[in-house]
Protein backbone atom coordinates (compact mmCIF):
# COMPACT_ATOMS: atom_id res chain seq x y z
CA UNK A 1 0.00 0.00 0.00
CA UNK A 2 3.08 2.81 0.71
CA UNK A 3 4.94 1.90 -2.46
CA UNK A 4 1.60 2.39 -4.14
CA UNK A 5 0.98 5.46 -2.45
CA UNK A 6 4.46 6.75 -3.72
CA UNK A 7 3.77 5.83 -7.11
CA UNK A 8 0.70 8.20 -7.28
CA UNK A 9 2.68 10.81 -5.27
CA UNK A 10 5.19 10.97 -8.16
CA UNK A 11 2.98 9.97 -11.31
CA UNK A 12 0.55 12.84 -10.23
CA UNK A 13 3.17 15.27 -9.01
CA UNK A 14 5.10 14.84 -12.49
CA UNK A 15 2.35 15.06 -15.15
CA UNK A 16 1.32 18.75 -13.98
CA UNK A 17 2.19 20.98 -16.12
CA UNK A 18 3.63 18.83 -18.89
CA UNK A 19 1.71 19.90 -21.74
CA UNK A 20 2.98 24.10 -21.54
CA UNK A 21 6.78 23.48 -21.99
CA UNK A 22 7.67 26.51 -23.40
CA UNK A 23 9.24 25.63 -26.69
CA UNK A 24 12.08 27.89 -28.64
CA UNK A 25 12.14 30.00 -25.20
CA UNK A 26 15.26 29.23 -24.12
CA UNK A 27 18.33 29.70 -26.67
CA UNK A 28 21.44 27.65 -26.66
CA UNK A 29 23.69 28.47 -23.79
CA UNK A 30 26.98 28.19 -25.94
CA UNK A 31 27.93 29.60 -29.14
CA UNK A 32 28.75 26.68 -30.73
CA UNK A 33 27.30 23.40 -32.41
CA UNK A 34 25.82 21.30 -29.52
CA UNK A 35 27.39 17.92 -29.64
CA UNK A 36 26.64 15.69 -26.16
CA UNK A 37 28.69 13.72 -24.27
CA UNK A 38 26.18 12.68 -21.79
CA UNK A 39 22.24 13.02 -21.96
CA UNK A 40 19.26 13.43 -20.13
CA UNK A 41 18.22 10.04 -18.04
CA UNK A 42 21.20 8.48 -18.75
CA UNK A 43 22.11 6.06 -15.71
CA UNK A 44 25.50 7.28 -13.53
CA UNK A 45 26.53 5.84 -10.74
CA UNK A 46 23.34 5.60 -8.26
CA UNK A 47 21.76 8.76 -10.26
CA UNK A 48 20.26 9.27 -13.08
CA UNK A 49 21.65 12.35 -15.72
CA UNK A 50 19.79 15.70 -14.55
CA UNK A 51 20.89 17.39 -17.91
CA UNK A 52 22.78 17.55 -21.23
CA UNK A 53 26.45 17.21 -21.02
CA UNK A 54 27.30 19.62 -23.85
CA UNK A 55 30.95 18.95 -25.38
CA UNK A 56 33.49 22.38 -25.49
CA UNK A 57 35.55 21.23 -27.99
CA UNK A 58 37.90 19.66 -25.40
CA UNK A 59 38.71 23.39 -24.39
CA UNK A 60 37.56 25.60 -20.96
CA UNK A 61 37.03 28.98 -20.86
CA UNK A 62 34.57 29.17 -23.56
CA UNK A 63 31.87 31.57 -22.60
CA UNK A 64 28.06 30.35 -21.32
CA UNK A 65 25.41 32.80 -22.49
CA UNK A 66 22.04 33.30 -20.66
CA UNK A 67 19.59 31.37 -22.65
CA UNK A 68 16.64 33.59 -21.50
CA UNK A 69 16.10 36.48 -19.36
CA UNK A 70 16.31 36.24 -15.48
CA UNK A 71 18.32 36.53 -12.31
CA UNK A 72 20.92 35.01 -10.30
CA UNK A 73 19.05 32.58 -7.61
CA UNK A 74 21.70 30.70 -6.49
CA UNK A 75 25.72 29.87 -6.82
CA UNK A 76 27.18 26.99 -5.57
CA UNK A 77 30.71 26.43 -4.98
CA UNK A 78 32.29 22.89 -3.98
CA UNK A 79 35.48 21.07 -4.86
CA UNK A 80 33.39 18.06 -5.58
CA UNK A 81 30.26 17.51 -7.71
CA UNK A 82 28.80 20.02 -9.64
CA UNK A 83 32.09 22.35 -8.97
CA UNK A 84 31.52 25.85 -10.22
CA UNK A 85 27.71 25.93 -10.67
CA UNK A 86 24.93 28.88 -11.23
CA UNK A 87 21.74 28.71 -11.08
CA UNK A 88 19.05 31.32 -12.89
CA UNK A 89 15.25 31.50 -12.16
CA UNK A 90 13.36 33.09 -15.89
CA UNK A 91 10.21 34.54 -15.16
CA UNK A 92 8.25 31.44 -16.42
CA UNK A 93 9.69 29.87 -13.48
CA UNK A 94 11.79 27.34 -14.73
CA UNK A 95 15.30 27.47 -13.41
CA UNK A 96 18.60 26.71 -15.97
CA UNK A 97 21.91 25.41 -13.99
CA UNK A 98 25.46 25.73 -15.35
CA UNK A 99 27.59 23.32 -13.69
CA UNK A 100 31.45 22.32 -13.66
CA UNK A 101 32.41 25.98 -14.92
CA UNK A 102 35.83 27.35 -14.79
CA UNK A 103 35.14 30.57 -13.55
CA UNK A 104 31.78 33.12 -13.34
CA UNK A 105 31.67 36.42 -15.44
CA UNK A 106 31.38 39.75 -14.55
CA UNK A 107 29.67 40.91 -11.52
CA UNK A 108 28.72 37.39 -10.74
CA UNK A 109 32.40 36.55 -10.31
CA UNK A 110 33.12 39.76 -8.33
CA UNK A 111 30.34 39.00 -5.85
CA UNK A 112 31.20 35.71 -5.40
CA UNK A 113 35.00 36.49 -4.74
CA UNK A 114 34.02 39.05 -2.92
CA UNK A 115 32.17 36.77 -0.52
CA UNK A 116 34.63 34.23 -0.24
CA UNK A 117 37.45 36.38 0.72
CA UNK A 118 34.96 37.73 3.36
CA UNK A 119 33.88 34.21 4.76
CA UNK A 120 37.61 33.43 4.07
CA UNK A 121 36.12 30.02 2.29
CA UNK A 122 36.37 28.52 -1.19
CA UNK A 123 33.56 26.23 -0.75
CA UNK A 124 30.25 28.40 -0.66
CA UNK A 125 26.60 28.62 -1.28
CA UNK A 126 24.77 31.84 -1.92
CA UNK A 127 20.99 33.03 -2.64
CA UNK A 128 21.36 36.46 -3.87
CA UNK A 129 18.44 38.58 -3.90
CA UNK A 130 16.28 38.92 -6.88
CA UNK A 131 17.75 42.48 -7.72
CA UNK A 132 21.28 42.00 -7.07
CA UNK A 133 22.52 40.32 -10.53
CA UNK A 134 20.18 40.40 -13.27
CA UNK A 135 20.68 38.95 -16.83
CA UNK A 136 19.52 39.79 -20.10
CA UNK A 137 19.09 37.38 -22.48
CA UNK A 138 22.87 36.74 -24.70
CA UNK A 139 24.49 38.11 -22.13
CA UNK A 140 27.76 36.02 -21.07
CA UNK A 141 27.50 34.56 -16.90
CA UNK A 142 30.22 32.07 -17.40
CA UNK A 143 33.31 30.03 -18.77
CA UNK A 144 33.00 26.48 -19.44
CA UNK A 145 35.79 24.10 -17.26
CA UNK A 146 36.41 20.96 -15.95
CA UNK A 147 35.81 21.59 -12.13
CA UNK A 148 33.89 19.55 -9.78
CA UNK A 149 33.59 15.62 -10.42
CA UNK A 150 34.00 16.05 -13.86
CA UNK A 151 35.79 13.68 -16.03
CA UNK A 152 36.71 16.45 -19.01
CA UNK A 153 35.97 19.71 -20.38
CA UNK A 154 32.49 20.19 -20.61
CA UNK A 155 29.03 22.27 -19.80
CA UNK A 156 26.38 20.13 -17.45
CA UNK A 157 23.30 22.07 -18.26
CA UNK A 158 20.06 21.57 -16.70
CA UNK A 159 16.18 23.24 -17.29
CA UNK A 160 14.27 22.60 -13.68
CA UNK A 161 10.67 22.99 -12.94
CA UNK A 162 9.26 25.45 -10.55
CA UNK A 163 9.70 22.36 -8.31
CA UNK A 164 13.04 22.37 -8.94
CA UNK A 165 13.16 18.81 -10.79
CA UNK A 166 15.49 18.73 -13.97
CA UNK A 167 13.69 18.12 -16.79
CA UNK A 168 14.62 16.55 -20.43
CA UNK A 169 16.04 20.19 -22.10
CA UNK A 170 15.01 18.79 -25.51
CA UNK A 171 11.61 19.40 -24.56
CA UNK A 172 12.28 23.35 -24.68
CA UNK A 173 13.37 23.14 -28.81
CA UNK A 174 17.25 22.91 -27.70
CA UNK A 175 18.33 20.62 -30.91
CA UNK A 176 21.01 17.94 -30.96
CA UNK A 177 21.45 16.19 -34.30
CA UNK A 178 20.57 12.69 -34.10
CA UNK A 179 20.26 10.45 -37.32
CA UNK A 180 21.07 7.37 -35.78
CA UNK A 181 19.44 4.33 -34.13
CA UNK A 182 19.41 3.38 -30.66
CA UNK A 183 21.97 0.29 -30.07
CA UNK A 184 20.73 -3.15 -28.15
CA UNK A 185 23.52 -5.13 -26.70
CA UNK A 186 22.13 -7.62 -24.56
CA UNK A 187 18.37 -8.82 -23.28
CA UNK A 188 17.79 -10.67 -20.24
CA UNK A 189 14.68 -13.05 -18.71
CA UNK A 190 13.99 -12.64 -14.94
CA UNK A 191 11.75 -15.68 -13.16
CA UNK A 192 9.87 -14.47 -10.38
CA UNK A 193 8.41 -16.67 -8.24
CA UNK A 194 8.93 -20.36 -7.06
CA UNK A 195 7.31 -21.86 -10.41
CA UNK A 196 8.62 -19.73 -12.95
CA UNK A 197 11.38 -20.48 -14.89
CA UNK A 198 13.29 -19.79 -18.12
CA UNK A 199 14.80 -22.36 -20.39
CA UNK A 200 15.04 -24.64 -17.23
CA UNK A 201 16.60 -22.34 -15.19
CA UNK A 202 15.48 -19.57 -12.51
CA UNK A 203 17.92 -17.48 -12.73
CA UNK A 204 18.50 -14.48 -14.36
CA UNK A 205 19.14 -15.46 -18.36
CA UNK A 206 20.94 -13.78 -21.17
CA UNK A 207 19.20 -14.55 -24.42
CA UNK A 208 20.72 -14.49 -27.78
CA UNK A 209 20.38 -11.56 -30.56
CA UNK A 210 20.07 -12.39 -33.62
CA UNK A 211 20.09 -9.53 -35.95
CA UNK A 212 17.13 -9.14 -38.81
CA UNK A 213 17.84 -8.45 -42.18
CA UNK A 214 15.88 -4.51 -41.54
CA UNK A 215 18.34 -4.13 -38.57
CA UNK A 216 16.13 -4.89 -35.68
CA UNK A 217 16.45 -7.75 -33.67
CA UNK A 218 14.90 -11.23 -32.40
CA UNK A 219 16.22 -13.32 -29.65
CA UNK A 220 16.45 -17.04 -29.54
CA UNK A 221 13.34 -18.50 -29.45
CA UNK A 222 12.67 -19.88 -25.78
CA UNK A 223 10.94 -22.07 -23.44
CA UNK A 224 8.91 -20.59 -20.23
CA UNK A 225 6.78 -20.72 -17.32
CA UNK A 226 5.58 -18.81 -14.92
CA UNK A 227 5.53 -15.07 -14.10
CA UNK A 228 8.50 -13.74 -15.72
CA UNK A 229 10.04 -9.84 -16.52
CA UNK A 230 12.82 -8.69 -18.67
CA UNK A 231 15.62 -6.40 -18.85
CA UNK A 232 17.63 -4.76 -21.88
CA UNK A 233 20.78 -3.04 -21.95
CA UNK A 234 20.99 -0.08 -24.31
CA UNK A 235 22.41 3.29 -25.42
CA UNK A 236 22.13 5.69 -27.70
CA UNK A 237 24.50 7.63 -30.05
CA UNK A 238 23.98 11.79 -31.42
CA UNK A 239 25.77 12.87 -34.83
CA UNK A 240 28.91 14.15 -34.75
CA UNK A 241 29.61 11.90 -31.01
CA UNK A 242 30.85 8.20 -30.06
CA UNK A 243 29.89 9.07 -26.34
CA UNK A 244 27.29 5.85 -25.20
CA UNK A 245 24.46 7.82 -23.89
CA UNK A 246 21.02 6.62 -22.40
CA UNK A 247 17.68 6.12 -24.45
CA UNK A 248 14.23 8.22 -24.02
CA UNK A 249 11.50 5.98 -24.44
CA UNK A 250 11.32 2.07 -24.30
CA UNK A 251 8.40 0.50 -24.73
CA UNK A 252 6.90 -3.51 -24.11
CA UNK A 253 4.62 -5.07 -25.24
CA UNK A 254 3.06 -9.23 -25.10
CA UNK A 255 1.14 -10.26 -27.64
CA UNK A 256 0.69 -7.04 -28.76
CA UNK A 257 -0.85 -5.41 -25.84
CA UNK A 258 0.89 -2.88 -24.19
CA UNK A 259 2.92 -3.90 -21.02
CA UNK A 260 5.37 -1.07 -19.77
CA UNK A 261 6.64 1.93 -20.93
CA UNK A 262 9.76 4.18 -19.34
CA UNK A 263 10.09 7.56 -20.28
CA UNK A 264 12.98 9.99 -19.94
CA UNK A 265 10.79 13.35 -19.76
CA UNK A 266 11.26 14.80 -15.95
CA UNK A 267 11.97 13.09 -12.48
CA UNK A 268 12.53 14.55 -8.87
CA UNK A 269 15.85 14.68 -7.32
CA UNK A 270 14.11 12.61 -4.17
CA UNK A 271 13.47 9.88 -6.77
CA UNK A 272 16.80 9.74 -8.67
CA UNK A 273 18.60 6.64 -6.25
CA UNK A 274 16.05 4.23 -7.12
CA UNK A 275 17.61 4.04 -10.01
CA UNK A 276 19.10 1.01 -8.17
CA UNK A 277 16.07 -1.05 -7.81
CA UNK A 278 15.15 -0.07 -11.69
CA UNK A 279 18.28 -1.25 -12.60
CA UNK A 280 20.38 -4.55 -12.19
CA UNK A 281 22.59 -3.67 -9.46
CA UNK A 282 24.01 -7.04 -8.99
CA UNK A 283 24.86 -7.22 -12.88
CA UNK A 284 26.55 -3.66 -13.05
CA UNK A 285 28.78 -4.51 -10.34
CA UNK A 286 29.89 -7.89 -11.55
CA UNK A 287 29.75 -7.13 -15.35
CA UNK A 288 30.40 -2.99 -15.13
CA UNK A 289 26.89 -3.02 -17.93
CA UNK A 290 23.82 -1.80 -16.86
CA UNK A 291 20.60 -3.41 -17.55
CA UNK A 292 17.12 -1.91 -17.42
CA UNK A 293 14.66 -3.98 -15.89
CA UNK A 294 11.11 -3.72 -17.55
CA UNK A 295 9.29 -4.15 -14.62
CA UNK A 296 8.56 -2.90 -11.62
CA UNK A 297 9.49 -4.60 -8.34
CA UNK A 298 8.36 -3.94 -4.89
CA UNK A 299 9.55 -0.23 -3.28
CA UNK A 300 10.10 0.90 -7.14
CA UNK A 301 8.60 4.09 -6.86
CA UNK A 302 10.04 5.52 -9.94
CA UNK A 303 7.99 8.51 -12.30
CA UNK A 304 9.84 7.56 -15.27
CA UNK A 305 7.94 4.31 -15.31
CA UNK A 306 4.75 5.97 -16.96
CA UNK A 307 2.85 2.87 -18.40
CA UNK A 308 2.21 -0.56 -16.93
CA UNK A 309 0.17 -3.55 -16.81
CA UNK A 310 0.74 -6.37 -13.91
CA UNK A 311 4.09 -4.06 -13.12
CA UNK A 312 5.34 -5.03 -16.89
CA UNK A 313 5.32 -8.90 -16.00
CA UNK A 314 4.48 -11.57 -18.15
CA UNK A 315 2.64 -15.02 -16.94
CA UNK A 316 3.41 -17.64 -19.34
CA UNK A 317 1.15 -21.00 -18.95
CA UNK A 318 2.42 -24.38 -20.47
CA UNK A 319 1.82 -25.32 -24.45
CA UNK A 320 0.97 -21.40 -25.28
CA UNK A 321 3.09 -19.54 -27.58
CA UNK A 322 3.30 -15.72 -27.76
CA UNK A 323 5.55 -12.94 -28.76
CA UNK A 324 6.95 -10.30 -26.28
CA UNK A 325 8.36 -7.11 -28.00
CA UNK A 326 10.42 -3.81 -26.61
CA UNK A 327 10.95 -0.69 -28.96
CA UNK A 328 13.81 1.50 -28.04
CA UNK A 329 13.11 4.92 -29.14
CA UNK A 330 15.60 8.78 -29.13
CA UNK A 331 13.91 11.23 -28.93
CA UNK A 332 14.58 11.98 -32.65
CA UNK A 333 12.05 9.04 -33.32
CA UNK A 334 15.15 6.31 -34.62
CA UNK A 335 13.83 3.66 -33.10
CA UNK A 336 15.02 -0.21 -32.05
CA UNK A 337 12.72 -2.91 -32.02
CA UNK A 338 13.67 -6.71 -30.65
CA UNK A 339 11.18 -9.61 -30.30
CA UNK A 340 11.39 -12.50 -28.09
CA UNK A 341 9.56 -15.34 -29.60
CA UNK A 342 8.51 -17.74 -25.82
CA UNK A 343 7.19 -21.06 -25.73
CA UNK A 344 5.30 -21.52 -22.67
CA UNK A 345 6.62 -24.88 -21.22
CA UNK A 346 6.48 -26.06 -17.54
CA UNK A 347 9.74 -28.52 -17.60
CA UNK A 348 11.55 -29.92 -14.82
CA UNK A 349 14.35 -27.23 -13.45
CA UNK A 350 17.63 -27.98 -14.30
CA UNK A 351 18.92 -24.71 -12.21
CA UNK A 352 17.74 -23.29 -9.34
CA UNK A 353 17.89 -19.98 -7.54
CA UNK A 354 20.75 -19.25 -6.62
CA UNK A 355 20.11 -18.32 -2.95
CA UNK A 356 23.29 -18.08 -0.58
CA UNK A 357 22.24 -18.81 2.90
CA UNK A 358 23.43 -17.29 6.16
CA UNK A 359 22.61 -16.85 9.45
CA UNK A 360 21.88 -13.27 8.93
CA UNK A 361 18.28 -12.76 7.38
CA UNK A 362 17.15 -8.93 6.49
CA UNK A 363 13.73 -7.98 6.21
CA UNK A 364 13.25 -4.53 4.42
CA UNK A 365 10.70 -2.99 6.04
CA UNK A 366 12.30 -3.58 9.70
CA UNK A 367 15.31 -1.85 11.53
CA UNK A 368 17.80 -4.17 12.38
CA UNK A 369 20.80 -4.13 15.11
CA UNK A 370 24.21 -7.12 14.50
CA UNK A 371 26.71 -7.24 16.53
CA UNK A 372 29.59 -9.41 15.28
CA UNK A 373 33.40 -9.10 16.97
CA UNK A 374 34.18 -5.07 17.98
CA UNK A 375 31.62 -3.83 15.65
CA UNK A 376 28.00 -2.90 15.68
CA UNK A 377 25.66 -2.56 12.86
CA UNK A 378 22.55 -0.61 12.29
CA UNK A 379 20.16 -1.23 9.45
CA UNK A 380 17.19 1.24 9.45
CA UNK A 381 14.29 0.34 7.91
CA UNK A 382 13.56 0.20 3.96
CA UNK A 383 17.80 0.89 3.58
CA UNK A 384 17.54 -2.38 1.59
CA UNK A 385 14.43 -2.62 -1.03
CA UNK A 386 13.96 -6.42 -0.50
CA UNK A 387 14.40 -9.08 2.23
CA UNK A 388 17.31 -10.60 1.55
CA UNK A 389 20.80 -12.96 3.70
CA UNK A 390 23.69 -11.08 4.30
CA UNK A 391 27.21 -12.47 4.85
CA UNK A 392 28.29 -10.35 7.60
CA UNK A 393 31.76 -11.60 9.45
CA UNK A 394 34.59 -9.71 11.76
CA UNK A 395 37.50 -10.78 12.31
CA UNK A 396 39.75 -8.80 14.22
CA UNK A 397 39.78 -5.12 13.17
CA UNK A 398 38.25 -5.97 10.05
CA UNK A 399 34.33 -6.65 9.39
CA UNK A 400 33.45 -8.50 6.25
CA UNK A 401 29.85 -6.62 5.61
CA UNK A 402 28.44 -8.45 2.46
CA UNK A 403 29.56 -7.44 -0.98
CA UNK A 404 28.93 -4.72 -3.16
CA UNK A 405 26.57 -6.79 -5.06
CA UNK A 406 23.15 -5.77 -3.22
CA UNK A 407 22.19 -1.84 -3.34
CA UNK A 408 21.21 0.35 -0.28
CA UNK A 409 19.18 2.87 -0.59
CA UNK A 410 19.78 4.92 2.82
CA UNK A 411 23.04 5.00 5.18
CA UNK A 412 23.60 2.35 7.26
CA UNK A 413 25.85 3.01 10.69
CA UNK A 414 28.81 0.82 11.41
CA UNK A 415 30.33 1.36 14.73
CA UNK A 416 33.47 0.04 15.80
CA UNK A 417 35.14 -0.41 19.88
CA UNK A 418 38.02 1.62 20.08
CA UNK A 419 38.79 0.98 23.78
CA UNK A 420 41.83 -1.52 23.44
CA UNK A 421 43.06 1.10 21.70
CA UNK A 422 45.35 3.66 23.70
CA UNK A 423 44.19 7.19 24.53
CA UNK A 424 46.98 8.66 21.83
CA UNK A 425 45.68 6.56 19.00
CA UNK A 426 42.36 7.08 20.02
CA UNK A 427 42.04 10.21 17.99
CA UNK A 428 44.45 9.02 15.02
CA UNK A 429 41.51 6.11 13.92
CA UNK A 430 39.13 5.98 11.64
CA UNK A 431 36.64 3.26 9.69
CA UNK A 432 37.58 2.58 5.68
CA UNK A 433 36.47 0.29 3.29
CA UNK A 434 39.37 -1.82 1.80
CA UNK A 435 38.96 -1.17 -1.84
CA UNK A 436 40.50 -3.53 -4.23
CA UNK A 437 44.18 -3.52 -3.20
CA UNK A 438 42.92 -4.27 0.25
CA UNK A 439 43.82 -0.06 1.48
CA UNK A 440 41.44 1.39 3.80
CA UNK A 441 39.68 4.22 2.16
CA UNK A 442 38.40 7.10 4.49
CA UNK A 443 34.28 7.10 5.44
CA UNK A 444 32.89 9.68 7.19
CA UNK A 445 33.76 9.07 10.95
CA UNK A 446 33.07 10.29 13.94
CA UNK A 447 34.33 9.49 17.33
CA UNK A 448 32.30 9.58 20.68
CA UNK A 449 34.32 8.08 23.67
CA UNK A 450 35.20 4.52 22.65
CA UNK A 451 33.27 4.42 20.20
CA UNK A 452 33.83 4.84 16.65
CA UNK A 453 30.61 5.62 14.10
CA UNK A 454 30.76 5.23 10.54
CA UNK A 455 28.06 5.75 7.52
CA UNK A 456 28.11 3.75 4.48
CA UNK A 457 25.83 3.15 1.33
CA UNK A 458 27.89 0.53 0.17
CA UNK A 459 28.77 -3.25 1.36
CA UNK A 460 31.82 -4.58 1.33
CA UNK A 461 35.33 -5.14 3.82
CA UNK A 462 35.75 -2.44 6.64
CA UNK A 463 38.59 -2.05 8.95
CA UNK A 464 39.28 0.66 12.19
CA UNK A 465 42.24 1.88 10.31
CA UNK A 466 45.20 4.42 11.98
CA UNK A 467 46.28 7.52 10.10
CA UNK A 468 49.26 8.95 12.18
CA UNK A 469 51.19 10.97 8.76
CA UNK A 470 50.44 14.51 8.34
CA UNK A 471 49.54 15.16 4.91
CA UNK A 472 52.39 16.09 2.27
CA UNK A 473 52.60 19.87 0.49
CA UNK A 474 55.12 20.47 -2.64
CA UNK A 475 54.85 23.76 -4.03
CA UNK A 476 55.25 23.62 -8.33
CA UNK A 477 56.16 26.74 -9.32
CA UNK A 478 58.24 28.56 -7.04
CA UNK A 479 60.39 27.89 -3.65
CA UNK A 480 62.40 29.46 -1.02
CA UNK A 481 63.75 33.03 -2.18
CA UNK A 482 62.38 32.92 -5.36
CA UNK A 483 61.50 36.11 -7.56
CA UNK A 484 57.99 34.96 -9.26
CA UNK A 485 57.34 38.07 -10.60
CA UNK A 486 56.32 36.83 -14.10
CA UNK A 487 53.80 34.13 -12.74
CA UNK A 488 50.02 34.77 -12.68
CA UNK A 489 49.31 32.07 -10.11
CA UNK A 490 51.19 30.11 -7.35
CA UNK A 491 50.66 26.38 -7.49
CA UNK A 492 51.35 23.55 -5.33
CA UNK A 493 50.57 19.98 -4.57
CA UNK A 494 48.94 18.75 -1.48
CA UNK A 495 48.55 14.61 -0.65
CA UNK A 496 47.01 12.41 1.89
CA UNK A 497 47.41 8.54 1.26
CA UNK A 498 45.32 7.87 4.47
CA UNK A 499 42.30 9.43 5.36
CA UNK A 500 42.56 12.04 3.28
CA UNK A 501 42.49 15.98 2.62
CA UNK A 502 39.98 17.57 5.28
CA UNK A 503 40.68 21.14 4.69
CA UNK A 504 43.38 24.20 4.37
CA UNK A 505 44.26 27.72 4.69
CA UNK A 506 46.72 29.98 2.99
CA UNK A 507 48.11 33.35 4.01
CA UNK A 508 50.52 35.62 2.37
CA UNK A 509 51.81 38.65 4.78
CA UNK A 510 49.45 37.08 7.45
CA UNK A 511 46.53 37.61 5.03
CA UNK A 512 44.17 35.36 4.05
CA UNK A 513 44.36 33.79 0.24
CA UNK A 514 41.93 32.21 -1.82
CA UNK A 515 42.85 29.08 -3.43
CA UNK A 516 41.10 26.73 -5.42
CA UNK A 517 41.44 23.27 -4.77
CA UNK A 518 41.62 20.42 -7.64
CA UNK A 519 41.15 17.04 -6.22
CA UNK A 520 41.37 15.20 -9.31
CA UNK A 521 45.27 16.94 -9.76
CA UNK A 522 45.80 17.09 -6.06
CA UNK A 523 46.60 21.16 -6.91
CA UNK A 524 46.15 24.15 -4.98
CA UNK A 525 45.86 27.32 -7.32
CA UNK A 526 46.18 30.76 -6.20
CA UNK A 527 45.69 33.63 -8.58
CA UNK A 528 47.48 36.83 -8.47
CA UNK A 529 44.78 38.65 -9.64
CA UNK A 530 43.34 38.61 -6.07
CA UNK A 531 45.64 41.70 -5.29
CA UNK A 532 45.55 40.15 -1.71
CA UNK A 533 49.77 40.48 -1.16
CA UNK A 534 50.91 44.36 -2.13
CA UNK A 535 54.06 44.02 -0.91
CA UNK A 536 57.65 43.37 -2.89
CA UNK A 537 58.85 40.32 0.00
CA UNK A 538 56.13 38.07 0.57
CA UNK A 539 55.57 35.50 3.28
CA UNK A 540 53.22 32.26 2.19
CA UNK A 541 51.62 29.91 4.65
CA UNK A 542 49.90 27.02 4.53
CA UNK A 543 48.56 25.02 6.35
CA UNK A 544 46.40 21.68 5.66
CA UNK A 545 44.77 18.84 7.88
CA UNK A 546 43.59 15.08 6.78
CA UNK A 547 40.44 13.57 8.09
CA UNK A 548 42.00 12.48 11.52
CA UNK A 549 43.25 15.35 12.37
CA UNK A 550 46.96 15.52 11.14
CA UNK A 551 48.24 18.46 10.02
CA UNK A 552 51.60 19.87 8.17
CA UNK A 553 52.53 23.67 7.79
CA UNK A 554 54.59 25.08 4.57
CA UNK A 555 55.93 28.59 4.58
CA UNK A 556 57.90 30.03 2.14
CA UNK A 557 59.01 33.27 1.37
CA UNK A 558 58.90 34.67 -2.36
CA UNK A 559 59.50 37.77 -4.12
CA UNK A 560 57.60 40.24 -6.91
CA UNK A 561 57.70 43.05 -8.58
CA UNK A 562 54.37 45.86 -7.67
CA UNK A 563 53.37 48.04 -10.27
Known sequence: MK??????????????????????????????????????????????????????????????????DGYVSRINVQHFGYGKALYLLHPNGYTTVYAHLRSFAGDIEKYVKDTQYKKETFEIELFPEKSLIPVKKGDIIAYTGNT?????????????????RPMNPL??????????????????????????????SQNRTKL????????NYKTENINAFGKIGFG???????????????????????????????????????????????????????????????????NNPLSIITKEDDNGFITLTDSLQSIYTIEVNDFKGNRMYVSVPIEGKNMEILEPKNIEKTADYIYADHATSITKGKFSIYIPANSLYENTYLDIQ?????????????????????????????????????????NYKGLPEYTSTTRNGDKLTGKTRTFGSYTVATDTDAPIIKPINFSEGKWISNQNFLYLKITDDLSGISSYRATINEKFILMEYDYKKDV??????????????????????????????????????QP
Open 148 to 164: GGSGGPHLHFEIRDSSQ
Open 394 to 434: ATGDVLKFHEDVIPIHSNIIITADISAYTEADKDKLYIGRL
Open 208 to 215: RLIKQKDG
Open 3 to 68: NIFLVLLFSCGMSFGQNNIPIDYFSNPLDIDLVLSGNFGEMRANHFHSGLDLKTQQREGLPVYAPA
Open 524 to 561: LVYNFNDNVNLESENNFKLIVTDNVGNSATFEAKFFRK
Open 232 to 298: ITTYDQQDGASNKNGSYKIETRFNGSEKFEVLFNKFSFSETRYLNRYTDYNYYETNRSMVQKLFREE
Open 171 to 200: LFGIEIPDSKEPIVSAIFAYPIGEEAHVNQ
